[in-house]
């Protein structure tokens, strides 16, 4: 996961697991797309969007509210991820591998 975005608790209404099924999204691929690397940007409404992948690399845009408890997020929708999220998704991790690498090797030459 990324600074700054911790998810210690995510709160599941009664109504959402059956609303993201409409979209074709169960609770367990929201559960594991949040355990795993993510991006996510400031949404509509003081929420925020996640873009991630479950564990059989399907990507996923997870909607989420904040709740008055630190680090905790109300799950307001989940959907497929669109290709421009997709590729949102793509390019920032790349760009985030090739940061870790440049400084993976100036490690390694001290």
């Not at 599941?12 to 979209?23: C, F, M, Q, S, T």
């Not at 909607?63 to 497929?80: D, E, F, Q």
Request: aromatic share 10%.
């Amino acid at each position: 996961m990324l600074d700054k975005f911790k998810i210690a608790c995510l709160i599941v209404e009664e109504d959402r697991p059956g609303h993201i099924l409409k979209h074709h999204v169960t609770i367990e691929e929201v559960s594991e797309t949040i355990s795993k690397d993510y991006v996510y940007i400031q949404a509509k409404r003081g929420r925020w969007q996640l873009i991630g992948k479950t564990e059989k690399n399907r990507f996923l845009t997870i909607i989420l509210g904040k709740r008055s408890v630190k680090n905790t997020y109300g799950l307001v929708t989940a959907r497929p991820a669109s290709r421009k999220e997709r590729s949102f998704y793509k390019e920032f991790t790349f760009q985030i591998a090739g940061e870790e690498n440049k400084n993976e090797k100036k490690q390694d030459k001290n």
